[in-house]
């Protein structure tokens, strides 16, 4: 893609397969290898508990997101919340706490068989579309090592891709997302369950039903891992 105005792309940092959670936060922070930089007011890193069995992975950062500093915190974030409390799950490390002592949600998420109930939250893209456009190939192959860095360090149990571009990032598919859910596809050798965009089902309602299939799903074959 044509670099936006007379922006010349530097590499990413060598070594990202080896970084610890600061040096892989800082090289994202100063990343200028696509031309997303530009526009940023600053690449969103990942949100959570690093040690979580739960993943969430969604597309790139809103207005909202680019703003704060923080993935899913505008519409589609809240709606996000909402399905992740409905299984037990919080990005807020303390509700997460709190909910495995009240162990309200026994299934999978809850306190059985050393689940913990928090759950890290990363983008495929780390820096804001302008106008929050598709993000393009080149920017998803640049933010790639990030993300697949990031799964590394929190070894979850389980992934949440949430729309096509996690699927594609996560799953080298551009099958859409109906002909790949209802089923458990790998990632680095992590369990991954394939369901809608919060941000689509906002606009989508019926589809709803098929994202509460996919958590369900979710849940029995994180329960599953933990019981093997
Ligand atoms: N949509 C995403 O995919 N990620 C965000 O962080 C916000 C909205």
């Known amino acids: 893609p044509a670099p936006a105005g007379d922006f010349v792309p530097s ?4 070594g990202i397969e080896a970084m610890d959670w600061d040096a892989l936060q800082a090289a994202v922070a100063g990343c ?5 930089c530009v526009g940023r007011t600053q690449a969103v890193f990942g949100v959570g508990s690093r040690t ?3 993943m969430v992975v969604g597309e790139a950062p809103g207005e909202t ?3 704060l500093g923080e993935p899913f915190v505008g519409p589609a974030g809240k709606l996000l919340d909402n399905m992740l409390a409905a299984i037990g799950l919080s990005r807020t490390i303390d509700d997460a706490i709190k909910a495995e002592a009240d162990s309200a949600y026994p299934v999978g998420a809850g306190g059985q068989n050393g689940l913990k109930h928090g759950v890290y939250i990363a983008n495929v893209i780390k820096c804001r579309p302008p106008g929050n456009r598709n993000p393009l190939p ?3 192959a640049q933010c790639e090592p990030y993300l697949r860095r990031q799964v590394a360090l929190v070894r979850p149990r389980i992934i949440l891709a949430m729309g096509r571009f996690a699927v594609q990032a996560l799953l080298n598919t551009s099958e859409p997302i109906g002909r790949l859910r209802g089923r458990v596809h790998h990632y680095q050798g992590v369990p991954v369950i394939v369901t809608y965009h919060p941000a689509y089902l ?5 589809d709803k039903a098929k994202a509460w299939q996919d958590l369900c799903l979710a849940l029995t074959t994180v329960q599953s891992v933990a019981d093997a």
Do not use: I, T, V, Y
């Open 138 to 140: 080149d920017e998803m």
């Open 52 to 54: 979580a069995d739960w």
């Open 65 to 67: 997101e680019d703003r």
């Open 11 to 14: 590499p990413r940092p060598a």
């Open 32 to 36: 200028r290898a696509c031309g997303l």
């Open 202 to 206: 906002l606009r989508a309602l019926p």
